[in-house]
């Protein structure tokens, strides 16, 4: 059983950074690409960031190219995502994702999910 959880959420101001990690257990860390979403309340799920199983490449959602990092450590089995320059409108419950297939947004691509951490941009 795969099991993904998240830690690294807070409450930081406007502008500031966080990192978020994402611990994998269960299944072969390196087999997984692995995404990061988000859903503010009252919103739909959206698609943050993507890297792949072995190439490292990345992928990222317009709202936040540029100021988000996703990387990988596949001896810690683990994956993060860098935040900074934060806005207001960051704020949200993360998750992480895993999947085994091609890249994808979306979310019914994932097979795995963790349980979310909370981030919340305050000004």
């Known amino acids: 059983q795969v099991q993904l959880v998240e830690s690294g959420g807070a409450l930081v101001q406007a502008g500031g950074s966080l990192r978020l990690s994402c611990a994998v257990s269960?299944?072969?860390?390196?087999?997984?690409?692995m995404g990061w979403f988000r859903q503010a309340p009252g919103k739909e799920r959206e698609f943050v960031a993507d890297i792949w199983r072995s190439s490292g490449n990345t992928a990222y959602g317009d709202s936040v190219k540029g100021r988000f990092i996703i990387s990988r450590d596949n001896a810690k089995n683990t994956v993060y995502l860098q935040m900074n320059s934060l806005k207001l409108e960051d704020t949200a419950v993360y998750y992480c994702?895993?999947?085994?297939?091609?890249?994808?947004?979306?979310?019914?691509?994932?097979?795995?999910w963790g349980q979310g951490t909370q981030v919340t941009v305050s000004s």
């Open positions: 269960g299944r072969s860390f390196s087999a997984f690409g």
């Open positions: 994702a895993a999947r085994s297939g091609s890249f994808s947004t979306k979310e019914h691509s994932y097979a795995y």
